[in-house]
């Protein structure tokens, strides 16, 4: 159901706010017809009442109870005579009208015309047992030519006091009028109309603006470039909006040319003295020591190196190109493969995709390193699934608790202590991994690897890529 809503239900700004004003526009006009043709069925009933009610009082003045015509006419209420009959002409299946009855009761009584009861009630002409033989006597003799007939009547009876038996009059119900209906289709037309082109005018003035803030938000993720900011256009809120977000924009803008700055200085005066330190070790006579302060040197570095690279992949500088991203995962391996690491690759057919060389090599080979510092092994693939590019790496290690994968994208965070022996790390490798993937409009995804029996047996790192 949720899917059905949402194939029919408008994703623009714009095309809900039409389908609502549609759907309240449909909504009123369906009250306003059902009040109006309420109001028309309230008419002609009073209308059916004032007229019982006259023949009623004209007859039992004029003392005409002849009973029917002789010419047993049924089209107009005109020929439609009152009668007395012995008996209330109201069947079981027959339903009373009680708001009919009391104004009958009304006008009678007002104009001084003395009943005991007054039954009102409608039923079909042809279940009438005074009219029922005379419709049919008529179509038989005029085939298709007889006239149309009322379909229903509206019967009310009055009984007289002293025992005077039941006075009745009939009288045909017009059929509902057609020109109500189109006038109510021509309404709504013509309201659709005005409003819409209102309000589509109305909205193109204000989701213009916001369109294009939109695109340039879009703009300023990819490139963090403040060069061509908006112009304020639209209504006086959206103008105010742009002009917040060109001053916020300018603002981020101006803190990240300020951080890298400040990062190219940081990364400068702590390599000029790890350089150095690397030259005064060689003077310490115990190899050991000397192994170990080299070792905590190229951590230093390695550490310093994550956190600058981290730092930078958010304003790239080297442009998009494509590449076979088969080739490049498959150079990856060979360098690993050249260093004795058991790593494998099953290979894949070309897929071409605007790519960041550099930094997309950088984020397949932490994948690695973290697959073989703690599943010893690395298994890596390549597939197209649907609209993506999708690079995994398996491992045969522990894995990951469920509640600690999350947190493991985060920075500066490493798994348990039996997956850090003899390796340190800052704990910046699948951080930096994942800040590649969303730089080229992916995502890196981790999960454990279970067996049949439901046991885990290692880890997958998917790194997915769009397509084109």
């Known amino acids: ?5 949402g194939g029919i239900w408008p994703q623009s700004l714009q095309g809900q706010l039409l389908l609502a004003v549609a759907l309240a526009l449909l909504l009123a006009q369906g009250i306003s017809a059902v009040l109006l043709y309420r109001a028309q069925m309230e008419r002609r009933e009073a209308a059916l009442v004032h007229a019982a009610a006259i023949r009623l009082f004209a007859a039992n003045r004029e003392g005409r109870l002849e009973g029917m015509h002789p010419a047993g006419a049924m089209e107009t209420a005109r020929q439609l005579r009152v009668e007395k009959v012995g008996q209330s002409p109201l069947a079981s299946s ?3 009208h009680d708001q009919a009855e009391r104004e009958l009761q009304e006008i009678l009584t007002g104009q001084g015309f003395a009943t005991v009861s007054v039954v009102v009630f409608h039923r079909p002409m042809g279940h009438d047992p005074k009219l029922a033989h005379r419709i049919a006597r008529r179509t038989a003799v005029l085939g298709e030519h007889a006239p149309v007939a009322p379909r229903e009547l509206m019967v009310a009876a009055v009984e007289m006091p002293g025992g005077g038996g039941w006075m009745v009059v009939r009288m045909p119900v017009p059929r509902p009028e057609r020109g109500l209906i189109l006038t109510l289709i021509g309404q709504t037309l013509l309201l659709y109309a005005l409003l819409f082109g209102v309000i589509a005018l109305i909205l193109r003035r204000i989701t213009r603006p916001l369109k294009a803030l939109t695109g340039r938000l879009e703009r300023f993720a990819r490139t963090r470039d403040a060069q061509g ?10 103008r105010r909006l742009i002009v917040a977000h ?11 040319d300020e951080k890298d700055v400040m990062l190219g200085a940081i990364g400068h005066d702590l390599k000029t003295p790890l350089a150095a330190l690397r030259v005064r070790i060689e003077s310490v006579e115990d190899e050991g020591e000397r192994a ?11 550490s310093l190196d994550d956190i600058l690279s981290l730092a ?41 995709l605007p790519l960041r060389v550099t930094w997309l090599r950088r984020a397949v080979r932490n994948l690695l390193v973290n697959a073989l510092r703690y599943g010893q092994v690395a298994r890596m693939s390549l597939a197209r699934d649907g609209e993506h590019a999708v690079i995994r790496i398996e491992d045969d290690g522990p894995g990951i608790p469920e509640d600690q994968i999350a947190r493991m994208l985060e920075p500066f965070t490493r798994g348990e202590p039996s997956r850090n022996s003899e390796t340190g790390g800052a704990g910046l490798g699948l951080t930096l ?14 999960a454990n690897r279970r067996d049949a029996d439901g046991k885990v047996v290692g880890l997958i790192a998917a790194l997915s890529l769009p397509v084109g």
Do not use: C, W
């Open 94 to 96: 027959d339903k009373r």
């Open 433 to 446: 991994a994942r800040a590649i993937a969303d730089q080229h409009g992916g995502s890196l995804q981790l």
């Open 246 to 256: 060109n001053a916020m924009e300018a603002r981020l803008a101006a803190l990240l």
């Open 229 to 238: 900011q908006l112009e304020p256009e639209g209504p006086d809120d959206v």
């Open 312 to 352: 930078r992949v958010g304003r790239p500088s080297d442009p998009l190109e494509s590449a076979d991203l088969g080739a490049l995962v498959a150079q990856v391996a060979e360098e690993f493969e050249d260093m004795g690491e058991p790593v494998t690759y099953a290979g894949a057919p070309r897929i071409v």
């Open 292 to 302: 170990k302060m080299a070792r905590t040197i190229e951590d230093i570095a390695r």
């Open 1 to 5: 159901m949720k899917r059905l809503l």
